[in-house]
């Protein structure tokens, strides 16, 4: 594996891969900066770009969009008060309470620093990590395998949604459509309904765009626009005192933002909450947090970029998406031939590593682009809705039928905008079911070859030469019992 990392450094010092990666970081920003549009959305627009590319380019194009995104919906959480992203509400409590204060550009250099930080230093604890635990996950059976595919099922349906039962149902929901097609194992078509083009199933690209972006498209055209008062960039730049005043609280959240980004199902958001109320009941002056306090603008901006590095830990050793974000990673790494999982540092090693790599170095770009830019995306806020909207649809169908050029990926590109539409409505969080899909098929192969090496008495096999496996599966539901209590702790309101 150091030789494959040895290579992979070689691999990642490629001119247009830190292009394209640049790129990516600006056009996450970009959609980031402009409120009601998400990283999401900017994700599964930008996807089928990536297709076009080689890996060790496409995926750090991507990788650039996704930490540019988050960076970028701080940018109208602290202008307007409109987060860019879910992540950027616990932003916007200090945000712009500094901006009515006449000190928005402290508070967006706060942002950008802290992000970059917090980013860095995730992606250098990933890159360190993942040498044990690939050596590790290397030395599973197709048991082993099940019952972790399993877990990490239960723990994303515990911790999607307020109501586990929908996102229960949701995940069954995905894992039945992952079915359709011809079973890996026997070669029957299931499920097909005598339509030729589900023979090979469904694909996944236009799954993608279709529950996530169309959604989020609607979303932006229902919410009434108004009349956005700019608030311009003003104030005194931050100073290096400020900074390390708030170092320590960066630190911590850093340290909460990479811990949950190795959990499957938490993300974000989540994190930039934990990491803004450890700061606020670790401060000496809890008080001043929500009435324009730094240190809470940097203990939620640390956090929500930490998460980044660390969940590409169970992505590329399991094949197991942390949230909807690198759920649609899994998609181009699918899509490049490149299938997460056990074999794949085996196979594609010096790929792998290139592309961690690369991730580690986008953040300088991040601090460059992030730092000359702060002044033209704080004036996106006032760009109307209404003339963005269409070029996103445009590119979400453009986007789906070049990848195949198969009219029937449109089709399905509509009938799950409809379907995500509807779960919208009726508050069925979509990211179970994508995740039961993607999950689906390796979980389903593993168990098979698991009853097949149990000979007909797979619990006595497992009991017998696989018994670490076998607790783990019994102890899954009482896992995903407990995680789910412990959410609605730490997500009620207060």
Request: glycine share 12%; charged share 10%.
């Amino acid at each position: 594996m150091l030789e494959e990392f040895i290579t992979g450094f070689g691999m990642a010092m490629r001119l247009d891969t830190f292009a394209f990666m640049a790129a990516g970081l600006f056009g996450g920003m970009l959609v980031g900066a402009l409120p009601g549009f998400t990283t999401l959305m900017a994700m599964a627009i930008l996807l089928p770009i990536s297709f076009f590319l080689e890996p060790i380019v496409g995926i750090p194009f991507l990788l650039g969009v996704y930490k540019g995104g988050i960076f970028g919906g701080s940018i109208p959480a602290i202008l307007v008060s409109m987060p860019g992203t879910g992540a950027a509400v616990a932003t916007s409590r200090d945000g712009y309470k500094l901006t009515q204060q006449g000190k928005s550009r402290k508070a967006l250099d706060m942002a950008l620093f802290s992000s970059v930080f917090g980013d860095t230093s995730s992606d250098i604890f990933t890159l360190l990590m993942i040498f044990p635990i690939a050596f590790l996950v290397m030395q599973f059976g197709p048991p082993e395998l099940f019952v972790v595919l399993l877990l990490s099922l239960v723990i994303i349906a515990a911790t999607s949604g307020e109501n586990p039962v929908k996102s229960l149902l949701m995940m069954a929901l995905g894992l039945w459509l992952s079915f359709i097609g011809t079973d890996p194992l026997g070669g029957v078509e299931r499920f097909t309904f005598g339509i030729f083009d589900l023979k090979s199933g469904i694909p996944l690209l236009p799954m993608l765009i279709g529950v996530f972006a169309i959604p989020e498209v609607a979303g932006v055209v229902m919410r009434s626009e108004g009349v956005r008062q700019l608030s311009s960039l003003v104030g005194e730049r931050l100073s290096f005192k400020e900074f390390r005043a708030s170092f320590k609280t960066i630190c911590r959240s850093t340290a909460i933002g990479a811990g949950i980004g190795t959990i499957p199902g938490l993300g974000q958001v989540v994190a930039a909450m934990m990491g803004y109320a450890a700061a606020k009941n670790a401060s000496d002056h809890p008080e001043t947090f929500g009435e324009g306090e730094l240190e809470g603008i940097a203990a939620a901006e640390a956090a929500n970029n930490a998460v980044n590095g660390p969940t590409m830990v169970p992505l590329l050793t399991l094949g197991i998406p942390g949230d909807n974000v690198t759920a649609i990673l899994l998609g181009a790494f699918v899509a490049q031939g490149l299938r997460p999982g056990p074999q794949l540092f085996e196979e594609q090693g010096a790929t792998v590593f290139a592309i961690l790599i690369a991730m580690v170095f986008a953040n300088i770009l991040f601090l460059g682009i992030g730092y000359l830019s702060i002044p033209f995306f704080s004036r996106l806020v006032q760009i109307k809705t209404s003339i963005l909207i269409p070029i996103v649809i445009m590119f979400a169908f453009a986007g789906t039928f070049v990848f195949r050029s198969d009219n029937f990926d449109l089709l399905m590109l509509v009938a799950f905008g409809i379907f995500g539409l509807i779960a919208r409505a009726g508050k069925f969080d979509v990211m179970p079911m994508v995740m039961g899909f993607i999950l689906g098929p390796p979980m389903e192969y593993a168990f098979g070859q698991m009853v097949a090496m149990g000979n007909g008495s797979t619990m006595a096999f497992m009991f017998e030469e696989r018994l670490p496996a076998l607790c783990v599966l019994l102890a899954t539901p009482v896992i995903g019992l407990f995680l789910w209590k412990r959410m609605q702790t730490v997500t009620k309101p207060k």
